[in-house]
């Protein structure tokens, strides 16, 4: 099954923001169903069933404390001249604390052969651009600065993604929550 690590968005301030957002952002491209908005610690790709129980073994293992996340800013992937991904990303505080958490997804997880492609660059997707995309370096300025509130993170993921032809459709594995 195609699965990965994740944080999802849960606070209804962050959730009412990246609605407005996406109803107003001029920019021809398809949304992110709010529902499947998250953070990916690590994407797993295709595991079998004994592959799971060890994933889910070595995740369980993580310890972390609750902190919390201050959406704020946006940008493009690769860039807003040609962009492919248009994304909410978090303050530097934030960003260390997701940083550090993924970093701890990625080490107990590289004893089971799974490793990260590129680094963990904290970011929400919010639109997803297939047609040939136009430049949004105006229309992000916009948004610079913008704070779009605040979520605490009590806990990670391991979601299963099952690809149709009406977009993915993730389901929970396993939940792994912050240490007291």
């Known amino acids: ?21 996406q109803s107003e952002f001029n920019i021809n491209a398809k949304p992110v169903e709010i529902k499947n908005i998250h953070f990916t610690l690590q994407f797993l790709g295709e595991i079998d069933e004994n592959k799971l ?3 889910k073994d070595a995740l369980e293992r993580i310890s972390f404390e609750s902190f919390d996340v201050t959406f704020t800013n946006m940008g493009a ?17 934030s960003g260390k604390n997701l940083i550090e958490l993924a970093k ?8 089971l052969g799974f490793s990260s492609d590129k680094p963990f660059t904290p970011h929400v997707t919010i639109f997803r651009i297939k047609n040939k995309p136009n430049d949004i370096t105006e229309e992000l300025k916009r948004y610079k600065n913008v704070r779009f509130g605040i979520q605490n993170v009590k806990n990670f993921k391991l979601k299963k ?20």
């Open 77 to 93: 992937f690769p860039k807003a001249k040609f962009p492919r991904v248009v994304w909410i990303g978090v303050d530097e505080d």
């Open 104 to 111: 701890k997804v990625e080490s107990s997880l590289s004893p």
């Open 161 to 180: 993604s099952e690809l149709t032809p009406s977009g993915p459709i993730y389901s929970d594995l396993q939940v792994v929550s912050a240490k007291p």
């Open 53 to 55: 129980n060890q994933v």
């Open 1 to 21: 099954m195609r699965s990965f690590v994740a944080i999802e968005i849960i606070s209804k301030e962050i959730i009412d923001s990246i609605k407005k957002i």
